[in-house]
């Protein structure tokens, strides 16, 4: 009885070549040579009887006939991707691999004693963390999580709140030794203030305030200003280069040890929520939905 479906190997290498735009990348990425990949695709056109991928010696371009089969082959294959992440660790110890994109204050700060946990607990569970301020495409990046700062836009994602975290303003003795302890915003004003650009917009975060039990977003007039790495601003205010804005989960440890003084603490009481979003349809592996459940969820 022949085999139904022994031309997999012969549509992997049509996917590949596809996705890797030659035949010759797509040889590098399966191991093997462009001759062995070109005799694979001719075997499936054959099979099918329709003509696939249009080859010159300059460019490769897919049929329309081959754009359908390419469609539902990705789809078969995502769906025997999709049932082993679906058994990975039944029946035993937790496998597999997740991949997590963070923010650097929450990568440094708040994770890793989370992962330190899980990964006691499962250690054949591999985690690639990334950790910076982009936001990154779940689906098309291919990550199975990342953690958010701020509201949430309606993106069709699932999410999972952590908890919302509380800011202050921060500043070196060595600075307000200097230039003077601020008494109010208005005083603020004239410090030399140590804003971040958000990479979302490009603009400058506005920093949070209550005062007498209104919020107030209070933009600051920048001396210096800083992109890409929020932790950026605690490092120059301890420095001694101005005020800056933070977690208090960022700071509390050097206001403790009396490298940065609490400015203004009088206008404190604004937070900024964290929260965990993954895609709600992809099925999802034992290890992904364990760790999901592992990181707790704050109010």
């Known amino acids: 009885m022949a085999r139904q479906f022994d031309h997999m190997a012969d549509l992997e290498a049509f996917v590949t070549i596809v996705d890797k735009g030659t035949i010759s990348a797509a040889a590098v990425a399966l191991g093997t040579t462009p001759s062995v990949l070109s005799r694979a695709v001719a075997r499936l056109e054959a099979r099918l009887g329709v003509q696939l991928m249009r080859r010159t010696t300059r460019r490769l371009s897919v049929t329309e006939a081959g754009n359908l089969y390419l469609e539902q082959a990705?789809?078969?294959f995502g769906l025997i991707?999709?049932?082993?992440?679906?058994i990975q660790g039944q029946g035993g110890a937790l496998s597999g691999k997740v991949r997590i994109s963070v923010p650097t204050t929450y990568g440094h700060y708040r994770l890793p004693a989370m992962l330190r946990s899980f990964m006691e607990r499962h250690p054949q569970v591999g985690i690639e963390l990334s950790i910076n301020n982009r936001n990154v495409?779940?689906?098309?990046?291919?990550?199975d999580m990342a953690i958010?700062?701020?509201e949430l836009a309606d993106s069709g994602l699932a999410a999972k709140r952590l908890g919302d975290e509380?800011?202050?303003?921060?500043?070196?003795?060595?600075?307000?030794?200097?230039?003077?302890m601020p008494q109010t915003l208005h005083e603020l004003a004239d410090h030399a203030c140590l804003p971040f650009i958000m990479p979302s917009?490009?603009?400058?975060?506005?920093?949070?305030?209550?005062v007498d039990g209104e919020d107030v977003d209070w933009l600051p007039v920048p001396r210096m200003q800083v992109a890409d790495d929020v932790l950026g601003v605690v490092s120059l205010a301890q420095q001694g280069l101005g005020i800056c804005q933070t977690y208090h989960f960022v700071a509390e440890e050097r206001l403790r040890n009396g490298q940065l003084v609490e400015v203004l603490p009088a206008l404190r009481g604004r937070s900024k929520p964290f929260s965990l979003i993954y895609p709600p349809h992809r099925r999802m592996s034992a290890a992904v939905r364990a760790l999901i459940d592992a990181l707790p969820a704050g109010c």
Request: with cysteine.
């Open 74 to 76: 990705r789809s078969a």
């Open 81 to 86: 991707a999709d049932a082993e992440r679906a």
């Open 137 to 143: 495409d779940l689906v098309a990046e291919g990550y």
């Open 148 to 150: 958010r700062l701020g």
């Open 166 to 180: 509380a800011v202050c303003l921060v500043a070196s003795p060595d600075y307000l030794h200097r230039a003077g």
């Open 201 to 210: 917009t490009g603009r400058l975060a506005p920093w949070l305030f209550r």
